[in-house]
Nanobody, 125 residues
Framework: QVQLAESGGGLVQAGGSLRLSCAAS????????MGWFRQAQGKEREFVAAISTLGISTYYTDSVKGRFTISRDNARNTVYLQMNTLKPEDTAVYYCAASIAGSGTLGAPSTYRYWGQGTQVAVSS
């Protein structure tokens, strides 16, 4: 079993940056593909980014390509989401999630077995 804890959210002005972290406890962190999702108020949870077990492959939703970067440090059991050039439409609760490698499409929430509690990101205009 894996427990996930996000941190790094906050309030930032448009054009600013934030770095989210997701610390994992439990065994075999490197056997999980990791993803970031977000959910804005009144909207469905949406895929943001994902990274393969060893960090070789990364995936992004179109709206964050070129602005967000997902990375991981398996020695520290942590996955990161560097968010640059933030926009008001990036405002949401951000969740990290863990998927057993090969479980399915990394863009689908149903692929992920474990979820964190979320961290709020608010971007003011």
């Amino acid at each position: 079993q894996v427990q996930l804890a996000e941190s790094g959210g906050g309030l930032v002005q448009a054009g600013g940056s934030l770095r989210l972290s997701c610390a994992a406890s439990g065994r075999a962190f490197s056997s999980y593909a990791m993803g970031w999702f977000r959910q804005a108020q009144g909207k469905e949870r949406e895929f943001v980014a994902a990274i393969s077990t060893l960090g070789i492959s990364t995936y992004y939703t179109d709206s964050v390509k070129g602005r967000f970067t997902i990375s991981r440090d398996n020695a520290r059991n942590t996955v990161y989401l560097q968010m640059n050039t933030l926009k008001p439409e990036d405002t949401a609760v951000y969740y990290c999630a863990a998927s057993i490698a090969g479980s399915g499409t990394l863009g689908a929430p149903s692929t992920y077995r474990y979820w964190g509690q979320g961290t709020q990101v608010a971007v003011s205009s």
